[in-house]
């Protein structure tokens, strides 16, 4: 992978020889020709790339058709909670810093908790356990995209930044 400004003279760079060229200025002490083959550099070198999504979230961890509706207590008062989110579809974030398969552990655990826990206390426990899942969950979720947003917005394509790095 590269990541690099839109406007880097990298992505000038049509074939092996530019390739090579490009890399002598930018990494003058990495022996290039000693550790790539040919055939990778003309691949890598006709490879336009693409981009990475930007780091998002949902809502919501459950999706509830209605009506679904809570009491004051916090109680379900339907069982209206189709499905939980877990992993990438309740959080999408760039291959490269690993937070995918992280958070998705985490969210599993916090669903095995909630799921745990809604079982000792009345009627509709499935539905009590993912409103508590959501509500456990859905605060780190936020908070993790959002420091993704910060610590790393050239290389996700994040304004207001993009412009000025």
Request: aromatic fraction near 10%; proline fraction near 9%.
């Amino acid at each position: 992978n590269a990541i690099t400004k839109p406007d880097d003279k990298f992505w000038e760079v049509s074939d092996a020889e530019g390739l090579r060229a490009y890399a002598a200025k930018q990494w003058p002490h990495f022996p290039i020709d000693k550790l790539v083959s040919e055939a990778e550099l003309e691949r890598f070198a006709a490879d336009r790339g693409g981009y990475f999504p930007r780091p998002q979230h949902p809502a919501s961890a459950v999706w509830k058709p209605p009506p679904c509706q809570v009491a004051a207590d916090g109680e379900a008062v339907a069982d209206g909670v189709a499905a939980v989110l877990v992993g990438d579809a309740l959080h999408c974030f760039p291959p490269d810093i690993g937070q995918g398969v992280n958070s998705a552990l985490e969210d599993v655990m916090v669903l095995r908790d909630a799921l745990r826990d809604s079982t000792h206390r009345g009627a509709r426990p499935l539905a009590r356990a993912a409103l508590a899942y959501d509500v456990e969950r859905m605060p780190d979720t936020e908070a993790l995209v959002q420091m993704v947003r910060f610590a790393a917005p050239f290389q996700y394509s994040q304004a207001p930044w993009r412009g000025r790095l």
